[in-house]
């Protein structure tokens, strides 16, 4: 196992497309995380499952995002609608127990034109 | 919401030179970790620390866990180029809690 598998790696897109991307994070992880980060700033939190459970999401993941693990393993997180607002780094990460583990993937960068 | 003060921002030091940086926060945290990210890719952590007092090194690494619990510090000793990237403190509020809060990092230049 390679570590927490994120693509694609880059997406540039129209204002008003709908953008999807997906995680694959460790295989015996059961936690997996989206983070978002914007550039000079540190990541903020947008949800987390456990196994295939949105457990919490925060306000920062507004009506146009959607995020899902279908059967515990991988994830998506789909964006509708993209504004110029929603250009940043997406992050996913994985833990397996402690919370504070998280293993990080190297990221999405989009570009919302 | 929660934030943690990160500092200094940046860093602009010589091969070889110690560094510190630190993070506080007004609010307790639980637990605090200190990651590193290089250009393109995710963080890494390099330090959890889990108890107030607790001072943890990882090689030429070594940060400490306030005993307020409202502050962390993050030293590197003998800095080489490869210790060049962003630095972020993040911290957990509370036990039971998933999420972290990140600080806004500290960006570590190194000149031969």
Redesign the interface.
Known sequence: DTGVSQNPRHKITKRGQNVTFRCDPISEHNRLYWYRQTLGQGPEFLTYFQNEAQLEKSRLLSDRFSAERPKGSFSTLEIQRTEQGDSAMYLCASSFTRANVLTFGAGSRLTVL | GQQ?N?SPQSMFIQEGEDVSMNCTSSSIFN?W?W?KQDP??????LI?LYKAGELTSNGRLTAQFGITRKDSFLNISASIPSDVGIY?C?G?LSQG?????????TRLTINP
């Open positions: 943690l990160q637990t970790l990651y393109g890719e995710g963080p890494v952590l959890a972020f993040a957990q809690a998933q999420k972290l809060v990140f600080g806004q990092g």
